[in-house]
């Protein structure tokens, strides 16, 4: 039973919110804007420590992760790099979170293996928090994306979003098509023939909120109307093979002539790391909206991590 309260839960898909909890999440983000830009102190998570456990590279997760516990008076223990860790020496998986889950408060986790962070939820007593496993899910990257469109644009229902690239193994995208979709936005997917959603998506949109999603090959058939073209890289590390990559490689970009015919406040959002799909042009325009929302990461996870260990302000 979804339950009001998420203390002591755990992340580890986005279907695990309901929309209230999600709107929850923003109501308390919105409260943190202070804390997190600096402008105002506090001790909220004072006593508590987070584990980041990063089996896969990243910047803003982690890091964003670590600034919020710091931001609210908390602290964090990490790994960035498993050739460090007793994982080295051969430890498993299993016993690895076990020691660590009686050390810490909550566990933020990423790994390369669709169904890590679920098992790692089995294993450990304290919340654990999915912070990407394999192409499945990244549930708090789609918090902040929502938390983004409802700051840009004032709502998220109703809005017209395209979901441009690699929607076959993007997990931000995983976690953020079913997202949209209770939010009641309006999606359009374009992505290449390759790259399509994977069938258990598109089921789940009709199964769960009974929606189609149209889908186009080419971002200038629906450049006209849409109010956010929302953009990933092609994830190289999940193909098969090289020569699969090769096939769609530099197949999209989004750059400053392209939005010449778009709508005039149609904004620019990326999940982040970008490679080539995303022109350097457009970075001084109001249309790039992926640096604030990479920012956004932290007043959510600020949010998340105070709900979660039981210590919002109110
Ligand atoms: N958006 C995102 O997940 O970025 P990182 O891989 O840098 O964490």
Not at 63 to 69: E, G, I, L, T, Y
Not at 112 to 135: F, M, R, W
Not at 285 to 291: C, D, E, K, L
Request: proline fraction near 4%; aromatic fraction near 8%.
């Amino acid at each position: 039973m979804k339950g009001f309260d998420l203390k002591g839960r755990d992340l580890i898909s986005i279907k695990d919110f309901s929309k209230k909890e999600i709107e929850r999440v923003f109501a308390v983000a919105e409260e943190m804007e202070p804390i997190a830009a600096g402008k105002e102190v506090s001790k909220l998570l004072d006593g508590k420590i987070l584990a980041t456990l990063f089996f896969e590279p990243s910047t803003r997760t982690q890091f964003s992760f670590q600034v919020a516990m710091k931001r609210l008076g908390g602290s964090f223990i990490g790994i960035s790099d498993p050739k460090i860790s007793s994982l080295a020496k051969g430890e498993d998986f299993n016993d690895t979170i076990r020691i660590i889950d009686s050390y810490v408060d909550g566990i933020v986790i990423r790994d390369k293996t669709a169904g890590s962070a679920q098992a790692a939820s089995e294993i450990a007593q304290k919340p654990v928090i999915n912070a990407g496993d394999g192409t499945n899910e990244h549930p708090t990257q789609a918090l902040l994306d929502l938390y983004t469109i409802k700051k840009e644009k004032g709502q998220i229902e109703g809005i017209k979003i395209a979901l441009l690239g690699d929607i076959k193994y993007a997990r931000t995208y995983h976690s953020l098509i079913p997202a949209l979709a209770m939010f009641g936005a309006q999606m359009v997917f374009v992505s290449p023939e390759e790259l399509e959603p994977p069938e258990s998506i598109l089921t789940q949109l009709k199964m769960d909120f009974n929606v189609e999603v149209r889908q186009y090959r080419n971002i200038m058939d629906v450049i006209k109307e849409v109010d956010i073209i929302r953009v990933c890289r092609i994830q190289k590390e999940r193909f098969p093979s090289e020569k699969e990559y090769n096939k769609v490689k530099k197949s999209y970009i989004v750059n400053r002539k392209l939005l010449k015919d778009g709508k005039k406040d149609v904004i620019v959002m990326h999940g982040l790391p970008r490679i080539d799909e995303l022109d350097r042009d457009l970075d001084d325009t109001p249309h790039a909206a992926y640096f604030r929302q990479a920012y956004n990461g932290i007043p959510v996870r600020m949010a998340l991590l105070s709900l979660i260990f039981g210590k919002n302000r109110e």
